[in-house]
């Protein structure tokens, strides 16, 4: 199994869609490895978006994400990385498909409801800059074998 990160980003934290978006990810058989409601420092958020460093929209994508608390989760399932970057959607809210997270919550580029990790290696980064290991659970979820075929 995999694990990714997943941010719910501060707009959709004021909005009151933390529990409209953590159903989605349970509801798809999803398994909540870790989460917590943050607020970031403004050195957490540049290291996060470390590779948007020299990108113009950098200073407000910080400054945004550290505007409010976030709700950081770790998720494990089969294809993680992938599954939630299809639920994620586009990075447009305003251009992603119905049916997604940023096409039915977001309209704006800028403001755009949650962060995923866009591969493994990122997962595996942005997991251990956001959590410590003690606050990983590793547990079993009963419904497995009505989730995943054996
Ligand atoms: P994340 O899951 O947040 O990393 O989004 P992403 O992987 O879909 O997009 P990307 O990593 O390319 O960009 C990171 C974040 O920067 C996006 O989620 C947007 O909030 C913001 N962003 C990206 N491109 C632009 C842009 O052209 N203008 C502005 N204002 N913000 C942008
Ligand atoms: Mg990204």
Known sequence: MDRTFLMIKPDAVQ???IGEIVTRLERKGLKLVAAKLFQA???LAKEHYSEHTDKPFFNALVSFITSGPVFAMVVEGNNV??????????????KAAPGTIRGDYGLDLGRNIIH????????????NLWFNE??????????EKWVYEE
């Open 41 to 43: 420092d403004e050195a």
């Open 81 to 94: 990385v992938e599954v939630t970057r299809t639920l994620v959607g586009e990075t447009n809210p305003s």
């Open 15 to 17: 909005r009151n869609l």
């Open 116 to 127: 995923g990790s866009d591969s493994n290696e990122s997962a595996e980064r942005e997991i």
């Open 134 to 143: 003690s606050e990983l659970n590793d547990y079993k979820l009963n419904n």
